[in-house]
Each structure stands twice: as C-alpha cells, then as structure tokens.
C-alpha cells in the first residue's frame, strides 16, 4: 500500500463522539463536531453525525464546501469569522458562522437576501484569551443589530478559550458568560438559544460543574479524533486516542556511527544541533518529513527513536529492531501532525473499510 499514509480508524472516531455525545447530553450539552483537522474528509463527517453530534464546525469555507459537495446536510457552522471575500460561499454552503464585526455582518445580510437564505449568526464574546471576540459590554448592540439586518438570524453567542493565551475555561469565566446571555436578553429582548461555550479545553469544566449555566453547545475537535481533552493533552477517560496513525517506509536501513564528523555548522533548518556519543546504531531513514507533517508530533512505536527530521527525511534510532528497506513504522500524531498529514498533498489518507475520504 502506498506511504506516507494517514490510516483513519471510523470505529474508533464513532465511539469517541458518541461517547462525548452522551455524558455532556446528561449535562445538557449538545456537541457541534469540528472538523478542521480533517479537511473535509466526508467519511469522517458522515461518522460523526451517525454518532449524534448536533452539527459540525469547519474553520475553512472550503473544506465545508467539500462535505456539501460530498452529500453532507447536517447543519454546519463556520467557527472562524468569514472574510469579506468570501461572503457569498459563507451564506451558500455554511448554516451558520461565527462573527465579531458589524462590517461582515451587513454583507453576509446582502449576501442573504441575493441568495434567498435565512443565514445563522453565532456571536462570538471575548472571555480573556484575547482571540476572536466582541467586548462583553458590546455585545448587546450588536445582539440588536443582527435583530435587524435582513436575511440573518441570531443562532447564539459562543465563546473560546485557551487557544490564543491558554485561559482555561472556569465556573467564573463560564458563570460571566452564563450571566451576560440573560442579561444581554433582557436588554434586547431577543432570546439567545445556543450558548457555545468553547473547545475541548472545556471539557474538564464540563464534567466537573455543578452548574453549567446556560451553556448547552461545545465545539470539540481534538477530544473526538484524538481522545485528548486540550488544556494539558491528557487522554478522555473511555476514548480513543489512537483514531490516527501516520505510516511511513523505510528507504534506508545502515548500522552508522551515532556521531557526525567534520566541522559541525547549522542544519538545513538553521538548528544546531546537540548530539550524544552512544556508539554505532541501526539507523533507518523514512520518507517522510516536515513537509508532509510537523515530525515534532509524532510519537514513535516503543524502542524507536527519532533523531531528526529534514524536509524530505526522517531519521530514526531503532534500537534493536532490525527495520529493512521497505519496512512500514506507524506513529501515533498530535493535532498539529494530525492537521500537517491531512493537508499535505504527498500523505494519502486511508479510511480502514471505506477506503477514502470522499
Ligand atoms: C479549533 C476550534 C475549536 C475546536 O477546538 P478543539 O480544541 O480541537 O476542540 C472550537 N472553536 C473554535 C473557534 C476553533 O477555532
């Protein structure tokens, strides 16, 4: 089979989203499925929504443009504020997206109504970690003019933490954002129905409230395909977090000396690099490197070691396996080697039992 590949275990992506589906369903929290790592793999998507996740969220316009080409219907939500530029694909293929700003606001409301859509607006409030977000005291006007503006409808407000600065989701941080939404509806008299109050870095809040107020919607990626929740990348109790595995070939397999010789300057990445003398190793090279993936995510199989990574070349120790060319190693990734493998055009990606992603 071809390498480098990315093999995309659905059964274990179901158990992971039914599960979180069911224990925040007891807390009344629904579960929008995010995406974004998978760049519109519609098997992934089309898995998730059997699952019983609510919707989906995507942060590329592109990438929802391909579930819908794909035959997905579940609602979906644009999680990143839409450009300008890209209104008019927004209001097309996205049910909702997240917004901050009046000016996209008033063009996704003409971009509505040419297109004949009610388009679902899901307003982002800045919470401390100084990423996307309307100011608390803000958010009232901005509830009212989404009131007005033709062809929009106010889905809800949303929050996020701990992407940008690392603020951890709170019972105060959550309880202000609980506590803005009735007061914001009693100023406007609009009624605010989903409250999303953040990522997979809420989990942990989540599960530990004793009170989740009035938040009933997560975002969660990283939690579902890969069984971490986000604030310290511990496993989920009960979920996977091996949905994921890049497999890669060995094209070189040589017992070498462990230290370089000659006048040592900086590597092709502008590193020095430190190395230590432990004798002669089994070294094998694969084809793979940091232009398919971030190798800094990758987690290697127990005896293995991976002494550096070029563009085109990952250079393992492999202790006392014997790996000839040709052989195949497979590693567990993180969410940034996850996002890396999916994009690049070089990693093919391999649904066990459907084949593809489309
Ligand atoms: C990526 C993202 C998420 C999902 O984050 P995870 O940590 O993967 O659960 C949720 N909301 C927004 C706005 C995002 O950009």
Known sequence: MTAPRLEVDLVKLGHNARTLVARLGQRGIAVTAVTKGTLGCAAIAHELVRAGVAGLGDSRIENIEALREAGVTAPITLIRSPMLSQVDRVVAHADVSANTESAVLRRLS?????????????????????????????????????HRLPGLRLDGVGTNLACQSGVVPSGRNMGDLSHLVATVETATGVDIDRVSGGNSANLEWAFGATDV????????????????????????????????????????????PSLPWGAIAQNAFGETVAVRDRGEVRQAILALGRQDVDTGGLVPPVGIEILGASSDHLVLDTGTLDLPVG?????GVDYTALLGAMTSPFVAEVVLDAQTCS
């Open 110 to 146: 003409a971009a509505a109504v040419t297109q004949g859509r009610l388009h679902g607006v899901l307003l982002m409030v800045e919470s401390g970690d100084l990423r996307e977000g309307i100011l608390p005291p803000d958010l009232a006007g901005v509830v009212d003019e989404v």
């Open 213 to 256: 107020g009035r938040v009933n919607d997560l975002r969660l990626g990283e939690a579902i395909l890969l069984g971490r929740e986000a604030l310290h990348r511990r496993p989920v109790d009960g979920l996977h977090t091996d949905a994921f595995t890049l497999v890669a070939e060995v094209i070189e397999a040589q017992v070498k």
């Open 327 to 331: 052989a195949e190693v497979r590693f």
